[in-house]
């Protein structure tokens, strides 16, 4: 649900609504930049966790755990093998990302 959706219906003809919610939150979302020192490098660690996870290790766990019994040797060994690339890109890139806030830091 997004914010824009709270807005009562007889003001959904208006667009200031939109423009003022809209406008909040970019500037929200400038002053927490600008605010937090290293968010560049806070986002690539959440980027190395968050996007690995989502877009490489749940897809193939979710389908071997959906049809299990049903995959064959190949398809298992394909997921498994995505997954085991997907941990380690993550854990690598977690790595790098937490060494880099670390020397940040010092």
Known sequence: MSLEELIPSNH???HVYSILIRTALVFSTLLVALSIPFFGL???LIGSLVTM???LILPCVCFLSILKGKTTR?????CVFIIV??????VI?????LSE??????
Do not use: D, E, N
């Open 74 to 78: 190949f398809q298992v060994s394909v």
């Open 12 to 14: 959904m003809k208006s």
């Open 53 to 55: 996870l989502v877009t």
């Open 93 to 97: 890139g977690t790595y790098t990302a």
């Open 42 to 44: 806070v986002m690539s």
């Open 85 to 90: 690339v997907g941990s380690v890109s993550s």
């Open 101 to 106: 806030i670390i020397q940040q830091l010092f």
